[in-house]
């Protein structure tokens, strides 16, 4: 399609267990982007790649969350034992470039019980 | 990280009023966004600014890039119905820098 695909919508996870989240960017977007939105709150960066290379992953929480873009496309997000404050919807961007306006999907609304 | 003020957080209107908020931040920015997110759905762009003094539209939409590159501004002229959402602002530092997001502002019209 022509915008930001992400996958599953929506995710459930018992506590403890894995997840991954994926994000389809439009196509020759170079620079991919993913945010976490809990309710009521503004995205909030996570990490930010530049075609395969991530150059900042300040954003991530913790080691448990990992993000990869292996071939410069398709990106994945990881979550390893999952706990409740993961909860929240993760949305991916992309953008032209760096400094152009990024374009995001409709997220993965992740619930850990 | 960097803290973005929107206000109001939310307003309840009349169809056809016009509505405006505002975005401010301690820090200068280079690029100001402004975004629309209806629920269970991403932000969608409205307008994107690049320069200090910028005014640039989209249909009812105006938006504004602060002089001093810290605050932005956007109106919505004769509001209706299909304006609802949350409204929200980001700005960026530097290119290739991060995008941080406002809190947001919860637009409800009332028909």
């Known amino acids: 399609g022509a915008g930001v695909s992400q996958s599953p919508r929506y995710k459930v996870a018992k506590r403890g267990q894995d997840v991954a989240l994926r994000c389809d960017p439009i196509?020759?977007?170079?620079?991919l982007f993913w945010y976490q939105q809990a309710l009521g709150q503004g995205p909030e960066f996570l990490t930010y790649?530049?075609?395969?290379?991530?150059?900042?992953k300040s954003g991530l929480p913790s080691d448990r969350f990992f993000a990869e873009r292996p071939e410069g496309s398709v990106s994945t997000l990881k979550i390893q034992r999952t706990q409740q404050e993961d909860s929240a919807v993760y949305l991916c961007?992309?953008?032209?470039?760096?400094?152009?306006?990024?374009?995001f999907g409709d997220g993965t609304r992740l619930s850990i019980l | 990280g960097q803290q973005l003020n929107q206000s109001p957080q939310s307003m309840f209107i009349q169809e056809g009023e016009d509505v405006s908020m505002n975005c401010t931040s301690s820090?200068?920015?280079?690029?100001w966004l402004w975004y629309k997110q209806e629920p269970g759905e991403g932000p969608v762009l409205l307008i994107a600014?690049?320069?200090?003094?910028e005014l640039t539209s989209n249909g009812r939409l105006t938006a504004q890039f602060g002089i001093t590159r810290k605050d932005s501004f956007l109106n919505i002229s004769a509001s209706i119905p299909s304006d609802v959402g949350i409204y929200f602002c980001?700005?960026?530092?530097?290119?290739?820098?991060?995008?941080?997001f406002g809190t947001g502002t919860s637009l409800t019209v009332i028909p």
């Open positions: 961007a992309s953008s032209a470039r760096g400094s152009q306006p990024q374009h």
């Open positions: 790649f530049q075609n395969e290379a991530q150059l900042d």
């Open positions: 820090s200068i920015f280079n690029t």
């Open positions: 980001a700005g960026q530092l530097y290119a290739g820098n991060q995008f941080y």
């Open positions: 196509s020759g977007h170079v620079s």
């Open positions: 600014l690049y320069k200090a003094g």
